[in-house]
């Protein structure tokens, strides 16, 4: 039997195979956040295909963070109910779920949060609105609400959570220095840029307690100019090491790093998949926690080398499980074929139609 199909322990996680849902923004939460059948029922088809850990599409802790439409959401109490019956029902069949706790920053809808967008630094990406330069105030309450979705987590019944510092939302904003240009303790050096990271990790602690998991998805790079490199992202995650996160997920890119990020689209053949397998190698190297990697996997000798050969200990999915989401009770069961996913990206072309995520070419087929 395969490594994959072995357990491994998260902090007090203990989780029955090596393969994770990376979080996937799947447009069908209400319009106020909360958790919908159809969503429940989505996360009930990816506990059946035989997925060991779900982590949930990026969950906005605070209504200014808000990334999209049909976003989940975990900024206020009166949502738990919702997360509480999607718990449940990836718990009745002997599931794992972590909660994603996201915050957009320069990225968030104004249209739907009413409010210009809070960033580190007044500066802003081609095509969107300058954002307001964060005062400490705006740091302080910021802190105080990743900490409170966190509790809401714990009392809906998730497994622990994650915190999302990748993907050029606004954590990942304050590790870049491209849009970090602040000179007070949050800016500057490495050191400056990740403090608020710290100070969530810290605060989300104090609320969940010692032993409840606690992950961050952060970015090796930002594949953008002026951006998050190699260099400062290990940096980043020693210091996450040393301040008691319990994994850390391995990821790429922002929303604005156009040809430079790695080609997302197309991958068919195995030397195109794993395209953060170098920067896992080096964060190896630097941290013993656990490695969550994401980025390009279809193949399963892919996935069973690198987790053999200790490269990353779990390897994070997206785009298969929309096409597959029994993707790895196949892989089980013999039928080592490579995912079926085309890696074309239409499967978010329905979900910005209101009808939520799904793979259109496996529908027309």
């Given at each position: 039997m395969s490594i994959l199909f072995e357990p491994i322990t998260i902090g007090s996680l203990i989780l029955p195979n090596r393969f994770v849902r990376s979080a996937t923004w799947e447009g069908m939460a209400g319009d106020d956040g909360r958790c919908t059948d159809r969503l429940i029922e989505l996360t009930v088809k990816l506990v059946e295909g035989g997925i060991g850990l779900i982590i949930t599409s990026h969950s906005y802790v605070h209504r200014r963070g808000q990334?999209?439409?049909?976003?989940?959401?975990?900024?206020?109490?009166s949502l738990i109910p919702g997360l509480t019956r999607m718990t449940r029902a990836v718990h009745e069949r002997s599931g794992k779920i972590v909660a994603q706790l996201a915050h957009a920053g320069l990225y968030a809808d104004t249209q739907l949060t009413g409010r210009s967008p809070l960033a580190p630094s007044a500066v802003s990406d081609a095509g969107e609105t300058v954002p307001e330069e964060m005062r400490a105030a705006d740091i302080q309450q910021l802190v105080a609400a990743f900490a409170a979705a966190a509790a809401r987590a714990k009392t809906a019944g998730f497994d622990g959570v994650q915190i999302h510092a990748?993907?050029?939302?606004?954590?990942?904003?304050?590790?870049?220095?491209?849009?970090?240009?602040?000179s007070d303790a949050y800016g500057g050096n490495v050191i400056n840029r990740?403090?608020?990271?710290?100070?969530?990790?810290?605060?989300?602690?104090?609320?969940?307690?010692?032993?409840?998991?606690?992950?961050?998805?952060?970015?090796?790079?930002?594949y953008l100019e002026g951006g998050l490199e190699l260099t400062d992202a290990l940096e980043v995650g020693v210091l996450l090491e040393t301040a008691g996160i319990d994994a850390i997920e391995l990821s790429g890119g922002t929303g604005a790093s156009g040809k430079l990020r790695p080609v997302r689209a197309g991958i068919h053949r195995e030397e195109q998949e794993a395209y953060f397998e170098a920067a896992a190698r080096e964060f190896r190297k630097r941290v013993r926690v656990p490695l969550l990697l994401v980025g390009g996997v279809r193949s399963f000798s892919v996935a069973d080398r690198i987790v053999s050969q200790n490269i990353a200990d779990c390897i994070s999915m997206s785009r298969p499980f929309i096409r597959e989401p029994d993707l790895v009770n196949r892989w089980k069961s013999g039928d080592r074929s490579r995912s079926t996913c085309l890696s074309d990206n239409r499967c978010f072309v329905p979900i910005r139609n209101g009808e939520g995520v799904y793979c259109v070419s496996a529908k027309r087929r």
């Amino acid at each position: 039997m395969s490594i994959l199909f072995e357990p491994i322990t998260i902090g007090s996680l203990i989780l029955p195979n090596r393969f994770v849902r990376s979080a996937t923004w799947e447009g069908m939460a209400g319009d106020d956040g909360r958790c919908t059948d159809r969503l429940i029922e989505l996360t009930v088809k990816l506990v059946e295909g035989g997925i060991g850990l779900i982590i949930t599409s990026h969950s906005y802790v605070h209504r200014r963070g808000q990334a999209g439409p049909w976003q989940l959401g975990i900024y206020g109490d009166s949502l738990i109910p919702g997360l509480t019956r999607m718990t449940r029902a990836v718990h009745e069949r002997s599931g794992k779920i972590v909660a994603q706790l996201a915050h957009a920053g320069l990225y968030a809808d104004t249209q739907l949060t009413g409010r210009s967008p809070l960033a580190p630094s007044a500066v802003s990406d081609a095509g969107e609105t300058v954002p307001e330069e964060m005062r400490a105030a705006d740091i302080q309450q910021l802190v105080a609400a990743f900490a409170a979705a966190a509790a809401r987590a714990k009392t809906a019944g998730f497994d622990g959570v994650q915190i999302h510092a990748a993907h050029g939302y606004l954590l990942s904003q304050f590790l870049s220095p491209r849009f970090n240009r602040r000179s007070d303790a949050y800016g500057g050096n490495v050191i400056n840029r990740a403090r608020i990271v710290l100070e969530v990790l810290a605060a989300v602690r104090q609320q969940v307690g010692p032993d409840y998991p606690v992950l961050i998805k952060m970015n090796t790079g930002d594949y953008l100019e002026g951006g998050l490199e190699l260099t400062d992202a290990l940096e980043v995650g020693v210091l996450l090491e040393t301040a008691g996160i319990d994994a850390i997920e391995l990821s790429g890119g922002t929303g604005a790093s156009g040809k430079l990020r790695p080609v997302r689209a197309g991958i068919h053949r195995e030397e195109q998949e794993a395209y953060f397998e170098a920067a896992a190698r080096e964060f190896r190297k630097r941290v013993r926690v656990p490695l969550l990697l994401v980025g390009g996997v279809r193949s399963f000798s892919v996935a069973d080398r690198i987790v053999s050969q200790n490269i990353a200990d779990c390897i994070s999915m997206s785009r298969p499980f929309i096409r597959e989401p029994d993707l790895v009770n196949r892989w089980k069961s013999g039928d080592r074929s490579r995912s079926t996913c085309l890696s074309d990206n239409r499967c978010f072309v329905p979900i910005r139609n209101g009808e939520g995520v799904y793979c259109v070419s496996a529908k027309r087929r």
